[in-house]
Nanobody
Framework: QVQLVESGGGLVQAGGSLRLSCAAS????????MGWYRQAPKKQRELVAV???????NYADSVKGRFTISRDNTKKTVYLQMNSLKSEDAAVYYC?????????WGQGTQVIVSS
């Protein structure tokens, strides 16, 4: 089993920055994919960014150029650097881990963007 613990959410002004962290523990396979989803009230969960074990990344169009996903495999941690935050980025952000059929989720961390 894999456990994920997120941190770094909070309140930020529009145009500001936040960095989310997701620390993984447990039975982690080296060849995994990790990333972030987000869910705003009354909206569907949206894939924000993913990163493979070798560092390949992919982003939602809505965050390209503003968000950067990275990982430190020695620390088993994934980061999401969020810059130029907009009101529409406000949501609960969920970290995920996937390897074959094994998927784990974090508990979520809330990002609030004030205008």
């Amino acid at each position: 089993q894999v456990q994920l613990v997120e941190s770094g959410g909070g309140l930020v002004q529009a145009g500001g920055s936040l960095r989310l962290s997701c620390a993984a523990s447990g039975s982690i396979d080296s060849f995994n994919v990790m990333g972030w989803y987000r869910q705003a009230p009354k909206k569907q969960r949206e894939l924000v960014a993913v990163i493979t074990s070798n560092g390949s990344t992919n982003y939602a169009d809505s965050v390209k150029g503003r968000f950067t996903i990275s990982r430190d495999n020695t620390k088993k941690t994934v980061y999401l650097q969020m810059n130029s935050l907009k009101s529409e980025d406000a949501a609960v952000y969920y970290c995920f881990y996937k390897y074959l059929q094994n998927i784990a989720w974090g508990q979520g961390t809330q990002v609030i963007v004030s205008s």
